[in-house]
């Protein structure tokens, strides 16, 4: 019973994707690329169809020369 409470009450507050993309927000203004890339991931972990986070990851990913990935999340975003 006490761990069907505590799986029930982790649901309740787990963070959604909504909550990642934001922090990545954050970083991409503070122009922590790293941090943002890793924060709209988290996004898109969840939510796989987030295109929103797919084309800010992409952004951020252009911003820290990593090309080819930015160019992958360019081209999920088109296909969503």
Do not use: H, V
Not at 25 to 38: F, L, P, T, V
């Amino acid at each position: 019973f006490y761990l069907f409470i505590i799986t029930i009450m982790s649901m309740a507050i787990a963070p959604d994707s909504r909550f990642y993309f934001e922090r990545g927000e954050k970083e991409y203004g503070n122009k922590n690329w790293s941090g943002a890339i890793r924060e709209y991931s988290r996004a898109i972990k969840i939510d796989r169809n987030y295109l929103e986070a797919y084309f800010k990851r992409g952004l951020a990913r252009a911003n820290s020369d990593s090309l080819n990935q930015a160019i992958d999340d360019f081209n999920k975003t088109i296909s969503l």
